[in-house]
């Protein structure tokens, strides 16, 4: 419906606008956590508690938690990359399965096909709606097996055309392919246990730096911002794509682009009010 594709659009358009705040905000509450850790330092030297001292074992512990950070932020950005082409994937199917349909008026002339492509973009928008956590997996799914029931009977008018209706069937089973990976990566944390170290072993360096006796002053409340800046923004950074699909979330500022697949629906969509094939 033109209202559905208009919401879509006019919600795609507010994420993108919210993106470089968000990003923003997310730095900002980054740096106050920082001013807060560098504010607890001032206090802990004021009143010498610093029973640290400096040690170069201490060198090691800083590199294996960035290791650790590191092994994060690569198994998340493969995922982080295999859903960059998802929305494309799936789009590609949707308007494949559309042209398909339609080229049935011109292998079987009188063909009816018309309520078939609409419901293929029913099922366009509900993906969208799905993938904004408007509707949930299951009323995502009641739809997609709609739509094969509907692409089944359009099959039917086929006769002698294996080929095509073996590619009808195949495109299904691709969308609903993407549909479950989509919705594994979204509720698929990468290996709990690894964050609950990256957290400890951040708390326990930045811990060590607030506690650490140094001759400068100065000198130590700079490596301290720095060294705990980078290290807590990163592990923000890597909560927040791990799931790169969190466009409800207020919070998460890298979010993989729904523009093709918007825009592949909205073809679909003028496809309908277009002259038939066989016209």
């Not at 692409?151 to 195949?170: D, I």
């Not at 923004?233 to 791990?242: G, P, Q, S, Y």
């Amino acid at each position: 419906s033109p209202p559905m594709q208009s919401m879509d659009s006019t919600m795609l358009k507010a994420l993108h606008r919210a993106a470089p705040r968000k990003r923003i905000f997310k730095l900002m509450k980054v740096a106050l956590l920082v001013l807060v850790i560098v504010l607890i330092k001032l206090v802990a030297h004021a009143i010498g508690l610093e029973p640290i001292k400096a040690n170069p074992l201490f060198t090691s512990l800083v590199a294996s938690t960035v290791f650790l950070l590191g092994f994060l932020l690569n198994g998340v950005l493969s995922d982080f990359k295999e859903s960059e082409k998802l929305p494309s994937e799936l789009a590609t199917s949707l308007e494949v399965l559309s042209l398909e349909i339609r080229s049935i008026s011109v292998l079987s002339p009188g063909a009816v096909v018309a309520d078939c492509s609409a419901t293929i973009v029913e099922l366009g928008d509900s993906v969208v709606a799905w993938m904004m956590e408007r509707i949930d997996v299951e009323a995502l799914f009641f739809k997609v097996h709609q739509c094969h029931t509907v692409v089944t009977q359009a099959s039917l008018y086929l006769v002698g055309e294996s080929t095509l209706k073996g590619r009808l069937m195949g495109e299904m089973a691709t969308i609903i392919r993407i549909i479950n990976r989509i919705d594994t990566i979204r509720e698929t944390t990468f290996v709990p246990l690894v964050y609950w170290l990256a957290y400890l072993g951040t708390a326990l360096l930045t811990g060590g730096l607030v506690l650490m006796k140094q001759e400068s002053l100065q000198d130590h409340l700079f490596f301290i911002a720095v060294i705990s800046f980078l290290l807590i923004f990163l592990i923000r950074l890597i909560a927040d794509i791990d799931n790169p699909f969190g466009y409800s979330d207020p919070d998460s500022a890298e979010d993989i682009s729904l523009d093709v697949l918007v825009k592949s629906i909205g073809r679909l969509r003028a496809a309908l009010d277009a002259p038939s094939v066989s016209g």
